[in-house]
């Protein structure tokens, strides 16, 4: 089993910035690429970025160049970097693993952009 809990969610005004966290704990051994999902108000929940035990990374268009996913393999822990946030950004956020076939979500977080 693993669990996952967000953190730094919060209210922002377009152009601003906010910081988010993912920690990882239980079965973490298991974990390689860790994700970061989406979901607006009547909207499906949506992939927004993923990294890799390695490191490497990839994110949907809508947010390159302003969303940075970095992770601290030793705290088991991911985070993302959100700049140049827009109204259209507003969503609870969710962090998201595999282990072993098994998927595993966090509680999300909320995060809303005011124009």
């Known amino acids: 089993q693993v669990q996952l809990v967000e953190s730094g969610g919060g209210l922002v005004q377009a152009g601003g910035s906010l910081d988010l966290s993912c920690a990882a704990s239980?079965?973490?051994?298991?974990?390689?690429?860790m994700d970061w999902y989406r979901q607006a108000p009547g909207e499906e929940r949506e992939w927004v970025a993923t990294?890799?035990?390695?490191?490497?990374?990839n994110y949907a268009s809508s947010v390159e160049g302003r969303f940075t996913i970095s992770r601290d393999n030793a705290r088991n822990t991911m985070y993302l970097r959100m700049n140049s946030l827009k109204p259209e950004d507003t969503a609870v956020y969710y962090c998201h693993v595999i282990v072993r076939f098994a998927n595993y979500w966090g509680q999300g977080t909320q995060v809303t952009v005011s124009s």
């Open positions: 990294i890799t035990s390695g490191g490497y990374t």
């Open positions: 239980g079965s973490t051994f298991g974990i390689n690429a």
